[in-house]
């Protein structure tokens, strides 16, 4: 049985190389070159369209974790970036022309993957089937992909807010309520007096934001404003806006705030708070500098920075199995950023997963899901069980982790003992299958 696949991006590559070592063969489909993206260079296989980096090499990083978690189950992409590999500090970067144009040999020289260089315009019939289009799916194929997972969960672009680990957040400072004590007390609130809410408000306008792509200047079309715009319309607008302190009393002054940001839960185990209403497109520094001068976080840590991008995904809680495998039909996979996963190494790692678990399909074997301490497993366990109404793309970081079972102090012997644990779980998990 052959299995077809959308997209020879890094998802894409990566899962096809999993099924042809396993002697599946592979039919690729990939549009490049004849049809480009508005990102994308040139006709080779898992171009990187930015940054030549795949983010930080040590374990104390998550993204570190994931990598040598791909490494030790046998990853395409880790092997070739390891190989291209140049100079860059503690982070693997690469050559991104010799790094493409391996990745693109192995496969097309492999006699298992027969390559389809067209667009893809509609859901291909043949299953199993792994939709692995990337952020940059063409219009055509975004539509029948709507048609498939119905408009609501389907969107173009993204708006996240940063997330904060909900450790870091002051809680002499921060307090739990809903507005007119309404419902359980489910935001944390950051209360400002006049004086601290002037200097960041000041501190908002003068911020430096990312320049926007061309082919991005439709998101605030879109309904979505970014913060620092919103505050940009006058000193009042957020205190009508996402900073508005109706309703709420602050229990150190038992009275009204001048105005407050509010904190939600990010995920089951509150072990992140995203900051409400706060999208933004602020570089990451200044967001840094910026939202630290909210009362409560000053000494926060912000797991993932606020972004907004064009980009195609799906609301993958509603969705799919942390299989890779759609809810409704199992037969169909979907990897890649389009799951909701953010980043070069979080793409190529969903990939990995889903190739495993096609395999497994057509050998007669249940598909399976990575445990949960794992970065493999962390990252399906968030993105289909996060909460669906306010679901956006995510990075792996250690915020998504469970918590350990001892207390440790310290951010990095803490990472260290996530990245410890992590290994031992995957090595006797790799021992299993
Ligand atoms: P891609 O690598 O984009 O692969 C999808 C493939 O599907 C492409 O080759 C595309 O040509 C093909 N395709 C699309 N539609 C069709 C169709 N209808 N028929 C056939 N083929 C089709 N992440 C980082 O970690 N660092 C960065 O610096 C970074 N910068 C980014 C910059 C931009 C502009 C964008 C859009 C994203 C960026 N990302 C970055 C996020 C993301 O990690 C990358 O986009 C990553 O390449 C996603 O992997 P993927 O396999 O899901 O998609």
């Known amino acids: ?78 092997e070739m970036a390891d190989l291209h590999s140049v100079p860059a500090g503690g982070a693997l970067a690469v050559d991104r022309h010799a790094f493409a144009e391996a990745i693109t040999e192995r496969l097309t020289q492999h006699p298992l993957i027969e390559i389809e260089q067209k667009e893809v315009q509609q859901i291909p019939e043949e299953r199993p089937l792994i939709i692995a289009s990337g952020p940059l799916t063409s219009p055509a194929l975004s539509q029948s992909i709507q048609g498939l997972t119905g408009e609501d969960y389907f969107y173009f672009y993204d708006a996240a807010a940063p997330i904060v680990a909900s450790e870091s957040v002051d809680m002499s400072v921060a307090f739990w309520a809903s507005r007119y004590d309404k419902g359980d007390a489910d935001y ?51 205190l009508f806006g996402p900073l508005k302190p109706v309703g709420l009393t602050d229990p150190r002054t038992g009275r009204r705030p001048f105005a407050v940001v ?48 064009r980009n195609t995904f799906i609301n993958s809680p509603t969705l ?35 190739g495993l678990n096609a395999a497994r399909l057509v050998k007669g074997k249940e598909p399976v899901v990575f445990p949960p301490d794992t970065a493999m497993g962390a990252l399906p366990a968030y993105i289909t069980t996060a909460e669906a109404k306010h679901f956006q793309p995510m990075n792996v970081n250690y915020g998504l982790f469970p918590p350990l079972e001892e207390r440790i102090k310290g951010k990095r012997p803490r990472q260290q003992a996530h990245a410890q644990r992590a290994l031992r779980r995957l090595d006797d998990f790799l021992s299993t299958l």
């Open 320 to 354: 799919l199995h942390p299989t890779y495998q759609l809810r409704k039909d199992p037969n169909i996979f979907f990897a890649g950023q389009i799951t909701g996963v953010e980043g070069y190494v979080e793409s190529a790692a969903s990939g990995l997963a889903a």
């Open 1 to 78: 049985m052959k299995v077809t696949i959308v997209g020879a991006g890094l998802a894409g590559s990566e899962a096809a190389w999993q099924l042809a070592r396993q002697g599946i063969p592979v039919r690729l489909m990939e549009m490049r070159p004849a049809t480009m993206t508005p990102a994308h260079k040139t006709g080779d296989f898992a171009e990187l369209v930015c940054s030549n980096s795949l983010r930080g090499a040590a374990l104390e990083n998550a993204v570190g974790l994931l990598k040598e978690e791909m490494r030790r189950i046998g990853s395409l992409i880790i």
């Open 262 to 309: 509010q904190l939600r839960k990010e995920n089951r185990q509150g072990t992140m708070y995203n900051l409400v209403g706060f999208q933004t497109h602020l570089k990451w520094p200044d967001q840094k500098r910026v939202f630290s001068l909210i009362p409560g976080l000053e000494q926060a840590e912000f797991v993932r920075y606020g972004v907004m991008h």
């Open 188 to 238: 944390l609130n950051c209360p400002m007096n006049e004086e601290e809410y002037d200097r960041f408000y000041q501190a908002l306008i003068e911020a430096e934001v990312h320049p926007l792509k061309e082919f991005e200047k439709e998101i605030y079309f879109e309904g979505c404003m970014p913060v620092e715009v919103m505050a940009k319309r006058g000193r009042e607008t957020l």
